[in-house]
């Protein structure tokens, strides 16, 4: 056997393309929307070598084109679960006895291949599967997933190399061992590198993991199967399934081999698996570890000393980018009254030059919500404050769902800090505002601290120093990714790792070796060169 210690520094981000005016990026863009509208697929699920089609084939459309057909995902049943369960477990022991080298040489080949052959093709299955803009797509389909996978390789090296002290005559070594069983990654729709990283970051530790990716995903999730399979992943280290969420939880939350869940997803879905598991702890050969993202009702406070163009640009870009489905997204906003006549009027100005419509016409700023049950909740909101004569939309309010479901990007003012709509979760591209008497800072961010159960993202818009650091030493519970003047959303790994705690989960932190630690079991072994051979210790001598 050859023997080495081999070096994986800390990469540099992935670039991020631009996609302006006559780039080749734009093109290589379009072209591959092009290519890909024009031919449906068949997406199986992956059970270890098998590609498994079903008579339930499930049809997927474009948000913003609800008509037009990209393809069909074979919907599984309760035995797919049990067989996907089987085939990880099966692929367990040679995956987790394979080198280190080997493993980590998957996913950095992974990460190549999407930087390059794939990189037009995963961001035009996230425009059209997600009808996220070329930008988002850009930033989350091809980037930060490319970041995660070479990121986590540097993380999990450095890891490794974790080694305790040792007294003379013995050696102490540590193993980084995967976990007792398999892992079940259960995934959302709004980010590709999400639905990928949370499968992938636990197979990095040797782990075998069946995923379950949100329906709505799937058109980008086979894209990623496809390039992992290619940069040569075994067989039954991730098998992807779909199946609906209860048959799910019958199965998994039950079963002795449940090792871990690595979750993102809605608070109240994160609940029930934390209370199922719970339940059935006894059923269980060890601990599983719960890991999750949950929602969030993210915040931009604006002091009074803030640049009013800030605060504007933080707005808009926080609250409406991917049409607000972001779990990052702010959804609610302070104002000092000194500035609030300035910010709302920029506010309304911005909104009414943003163009709205399919992801393809590249001029789009808005595009789509993500399915009719998105858009049901959020427009259902906005009827509502459209009735309430308490509150009143200052901009936007309108929703279409005959081509595709749009809703327009809107704003609510109220005049009540607790407001439904400043304590509900929404998930969509609507921000309520506050306006709050500008010589009464400190007590308003007490309201911003207890007035959501979750704490995800925030963000303070001052010039004000002092304001800065009375603002984030007052809400430094109430998110755990804060953003000085700058908008709550797009977090990169490596520079902000992402994660909240109270109703937003877990707070692990992807995009960090704190994530990693969570998919691995530690074992210390003592090994002494010359033992004792006498019980006795000096102390029952006498002289």
Sequence with gaps: ???????????????????????????????????????????????????????????????????????????GEEKHITQAIAAALAAKEAWANMSWEARAHIFLKAADLLATKYRYHINAATMLGQSKNAYQAEIDAACELIDFLRFNVHYLSEIYKQQPVSSPGMHNRLEWRPLEGFVLAITPFNFTAIGANLPASAAMCGNTVVWKPADTQVYSAQMFMKVMKEAGLPDGVINMIYVDGPTLGKVCFSHPDLAGVHFTGSTAVFNTIWQAIGTNIAKFKTYPRIVGETGGKDFIMVHKSADVDVAVTALVRGAFEFQGQKCSACSRAYIPSNLADAIKDKLVAALASMKMGSPEDFSNFITAVIDERSFKKITKYIDEAKKDKKVKIIAGGNYDKSVGYFVEPTIIETKDPQYVTMCEEIFGPVLTIYVYDADKYEETLAVVDSTSAYALTGAIIAQDRYAIEV??????????????????????????????????????KAGSQLNLYRWLSARTIKEVFVPPTDYKYPFVMEA
Excluded at 37 to 61: E, F
Excluded at 474 to 499: E, I, M, S, W
């Design 1 to 75: 056997m050859n023997f080495g210690t081999f070096s994986y520094p800390l990469p540099p981000n992935e670039p991020v393309l631009q996609y302006g005016p006559g780039s080749p990026e734009k093109a290589a863009l379009k072209a591959a929307l092009k290519e890909m509208k024009k031919k449906q697929i068949d997406v199986p699920m992956y059970i270890g070598n098998k590609a498994v089609k079903t008579t339930n084939k499930v049809a997927m459309h474009p948000p913003h084109e609800k008509a037009f057909t990209l393809g069909y995902f074979n919907m």
């Design 471 to 508: 603002a984030t030493k007052a809400l430094r519970n109430a998110a755990g990714n804060f953003y000085v003047n700058d908008k709550c959303t797009g977090a990169v790994v490596g520079q902000q790792p992402f994660g909240g705690a109270r109703g937003s989960g877990t707070n692990d």
